[in-house]
Each structure stands twice: as structure tokens, then as C-alpha cells.
């Protein structure tokens, strides 16, 4: 079997005032399965604080690879990741085996098994190395790196004190065949609106929508809520790369199942679509030889359905109908919840061990849709008792105008210090009522916001500064 590549690290010398700190790398493998994970574990040689933080991957790639585990030690952790002997961000190169089934043991790395191997390896190293245990154990991830975090407090409820598990990825069987949904939309209705069309259609609800919340500050506070008919736009001139294009019904017919997310032919709702205010992201389109406009499909859905249920790396996905859509979200549901789908709402075994779980979620993730944690927090609710009871140890934050783990598109106020939020409520019973959140403007100015506990939404008082979080409150909204 051969091991794809591992890409090199960041080069920490691009991140400043890194400290000196030791490099151990140990790989792992399992009888009868040949696969080989490696966990590298940096351990900064002044300044330990005691604690350990574990660091969690993006798309398809397990791990960090250099930039969050020099920020650890920087922060005086001594930090650990693992490549779980997969791939890299969109190397899937190991998911095939040579009968072209999908290897279920690598899968099972990428997972589960390797990023709990890697806390309890990673643990050990520091204990040899330092000569004292560990004081305190953190998970630190966003996205593919949320869900092992949620992953880690399903199935191994002892192995951190605390979890941030940002925009995570759970519901991975739904959610990566949800958001091949506008590629299939555009497809089926032969329509593929441009770039600007699209961004029409988002800025023509944020203006319809920003005043829900009560503040004129450019956000959606409560996508949700936002019911903004894109017919409204039908026959509305905008100009695209220096020329005029009329927005159609057509495209307005697009952008409304888009905005609704998947159903069956027969209407029945699948998952959430794309938030109203994020971005297209998902409905990406491209120039073809021949000069038409074609869909573009986001690599890390069209891997999974393309590979993992297809076993055909090739598989020309513009082919997709909505009936055969609805056959593929099933496929995904049946073979793949139990390995990953990451969304087991029982986690009495992690309150018991003391841990606690903090997540923030952008309310314009454009890839992850934040309904799906909302989701997944009201049937944690459901299995334990309440709101009040999951409170004491799990939270959960919205920011409304952040894109999937505050990414360069977001306009809304990003946590400035989650992780530290998260170390106060395990280490001196702190638990977080709110997030404090920053974010620089277009004019340079900074705007900053308090981001409230679910299922709290910011309000704003009625005066004041709205770029100034003082002029903000949280309040519980009913719909």
C-alpha cells in the first residue's frame, strides 16, 4: 500500500517569536492493516504551563502542519497532532483499496482511532519528556477538526478537559452530500448564475434582512428568520466583469432552491441549504472551451460522493439528477453514519468525566451550515435533560457574518479568544455567558460584539455605537 505524502510543515520562521522546542514524531500501525500514522508532538524547551493541546485537521487531512502547533507552543503549550496515515487537505489518494472498495480501516484512522491515539501517545510524550503528567488536556480544531473534537467527547469522554470544537463537522454523511446540492440544482435547471449575480442576490438580503436584529450593521443576525424572496430581483441590470447581465427568473428559481436546501423529488427536506447572507462557495461556476458557463463543484463534496460512494474517482458529477441526489444522500446515511457521521447526541459519559465542550459556529458558514450544530445541540437537549443540565458543560456560540472558521469573507465580529474563554471555565469554573468578538471593518475601523449563549441572539438596545459591543445585549428569542 503506499502512503501518500505528507506536505512539509509551515514554516514557522514566517510565524515571529516562535520559542525554541523539541520535535518528536512517532508512527503508529495496526496489525494486518499496514497503514502508518504518525503523531508529532512539539514540546517548547522553556515556559511549560502544564498543559497539552491536541490539534485537529481541515477537509481531509487529520492534522496540523505546523501553524497551529507553533501557536500552541507560543501559548506555552506543549502541543500534538497526527496525519492519522491518510492524506493531506484533498489527497483521498488512500481512500480506494486495490479491489477499488473503500479501505475501511484508513477510514476508520481518519475518523476516530488515530485522533485518540494521538491523545493518549501525545500525553505520554510530554509526561517522559517533562517528568510530571500533564495538568490539563485541550482539543483545539475547526470544521474536520470540530468534528474529531465532538468525535473525542462521543466515544472517549476522558481523554480532554476541554473541547473548542469550532464550525465542526458533524453530520458528516449528510452535510458532504448537502453541499454538492447547488451543483446539482444548476445543473437539473441549466442555469448557472455568475459570480456577481450571486452576490446581487446576497446583498439584496442583507439589506432586506439586517434590520431584524434591530441594528443597522450590514449583518443577518437570524438567518433564519430572513425571508427575503429572490424573485425580487427578477430584471435587475448588474454589472459583471464590465458588462450588463440581466438577473432572470431562472436564476432567481436557482438561488431560492439553493437558499431552501435539499429535498426528495417528493419535497421532502434533506438538510439545510446554504445560510441567506453566506456565500456561494458551494454553487462555484466556470468558463468551459467553448465559452459557456458550467458548474464548478467544491472538491471536498464532490470527493466524497465521487470516491467514497461511487468508488469511481472520475465520475463526471454534472451527471446527477435530483431523483438520483436523493438516492446518494441515503447511500451516505447507511454506510457511513456509524464510522463518521459524529452526531451521537448521548454524552453523559463526558459530563460525567468533568469535560467541557465549547463551540462557536459562523452564521454565515457558507460550507458547514450552522443549522446542522444547532441541530445537533436542541437533540443533545432532548437526550439529557434540558437546556439548563447541558449548559454546565456544553456551549454554544452563532456569530452572525462569519463565514466557515472566520475565513477572509466573513464581515462579522470573530471570537478574538476562545480558547482562553474555554481554559478559564475548566480550570477556574468560569463558564462563558458570552464570546467577546472583533473585526476590522472596510474603513478600518474595528467593530466589536459580546456573541451570545445559545439560544441568546444580540439585540441591540436602540442607541449608541453599533460597531461598539456596549450597545449590544443578548436576549432570548422566540420564533
Not at 484533498?90 to 482511532?113: I, M, P, Q, S, Y
Not at 470544521?143 to 453530520?171: C, K, V
Not at 443549522?371 to 437533540?379: C, I, L, S
Request: aromatic letters at 10%; one cysteine or more.
Amino acid at each position: 500500500m503506499t502512503i501518500p505524502p505528507v506536505p512539509p510543515l509551515t514554516d514557522v520562521a514566517e510565524i515571529p517569536d516562535v520559542p525554541a522546542y523539541c520535535d518528536v514524531t512517532v508512527t503508529l500501525t495496526h496489525p494486518g492493516v499496514g497503514d502508518h500514522a504518525k503523531v508529532r508532538v512539539w514540546l517548547p524547551e522553556t515556559g511549560w504551563t502544564g498543559r497539552f493541546q491536541a490539534l485537529g485537521g481541515s477537509a481531509f487531512a487529520a492534522g496540523d502542519y505546523g501553524a497551529g502547533l507553533a501557536g500552541a507552543i507560543k501559548s506555552g503549550y506543549a502541543a500534538a497532532t497526527t496525519d492519522a496515515g491518510v492524506g493531506t487537505y484533498l489527497d483521498t489518494g488512500w481512500a480506494l483499496n486495490g479491489d477499488g472498495e473503500v479501505d475501511t480501516e484508513l477510514l476508520n484512522n481518519f475518523a476516530d482511532r488515530s485522533q485518540h491515539e494521538m491523545a493518549v501517545v501525545g500525553r505520554q510524550v510530554v509526561e517522559e519528556v517533562y517528568g510530571r503528567p500533564v495538568s490539563y488536556s485541550y482539543w483545539n480544531g475547526c470544521s474536520t477538526g470540530g468534528r474529531q473534537g465532538y468525535m473525542e467527547a462521543q466515544r472517549h469522554p476522558d481523554d480532554f478537559d476541554g473541547i473548542l470544537a469550532t464550525a465542526p463537522a458533524i453530520n458528516w454523511d449528510e452535510f458532504e452530500v448537502a453541499t454538492l446540492w447547488p451543483q446539482v440544482v444548476m445543473n437539473e435547471e441549466n442555469t448557472f448564475p455568475s459570480p456577481c449575480e450571486f452576490n446581487a442576490f446576497n446583498e439584496a438580503a442583507v439589506k432586506a434582512c439586517d434590520p431584524l436584529d434591530g441594528a443597522p450593521d450590514g449583518l443577518i443576525g437570524a438567518p433564519a428568520r430572513c425571508t427575503f424572496d429572490p424573485r425580487k430581483l427578477i430584471g435587475k441590470s448588474v454589472e459583471c466583469d464590465g458588462e450588463q447581465e440581466t438577473i432572470t427568473a431562472a436564476d432567481a428559481a436557482v438561488v431560492r432552491k439553493i437558499w431552501d436546501g435539499p429535498r426528495t423529488p417528493s419535497g421532502k427536506r434533506l438538510w439545510a441549504g446554504i445560510p441567506i447572507g453566506a456565500g456561494f462557495d458551494l454553487a462555484g461556476t466556470r468558463i468551459d472551451a467553448d465559452g459557456s458557463r458550467v458548474g464548478a463543484p467544491f472538491p471536498v463534496p464532490a470527493t466524497w460522493v465521487s470516491t467514497f460512494l461511487k468508488r469511481r474517482p472520475s465520475y463526471d458529477l454534472s451527471t446527477i439528477t435530483y431523483a438520483e441526489f436523493a438516492r446518494l444522500f441515503a447511500q451516505s446515511q447507511a454506510e457511513y453514519d456509524a464510522i463518521i457521521g459524529t452526531d451521537a447526541p448521548d454524552l453523559s459519559a463526558f459530563r460525567r468525566s468533568g469535560g467541557k465542550l465549547l463551540t462557536w459556529h459562523g452564521q454565515a458558514d457558507q460550507l458547514i451550515p450552522a443549522q446542522g450544530t444547532v441541530d445537533y445541540r436542541r437533540r443533545v437537549e432532548l437526550a439529557m435533560g434540558g437546556a439548563r443540565r447541558v449548559d454546565h458543560f456544553y456551549r454554544l456560540f452563532l456569530a452572525p457574518g462569519v463565514a466557515h472558521c472566520a475565513g477572509d469573507t466573513s464581515t462579522g465580529p470573530k471570537p478574538t479568544d476562545a480558547l482562553g474563554a474555554l481554559t478559564a471555565w475548566v480550570e477556574q469554573g468560569k463558564a462563558p455567558q458570552t464570546l467577546s468578538a472583533a473585526v476590522t471593518d472596510s474603513s478600518g475601523k474595528t467593530v466589536t460584539r459580546e456573541l451570545c449563549r445559545y439560544p441568546s441572539v444580540s439585540r441591540y438596545i436602540g442607541h449608541g455605537d453599533p460597531a461598539d459591543a456596549r450597545s449590544y445585549s443578548c436576549a432570548l428569542v422566540r420564533h
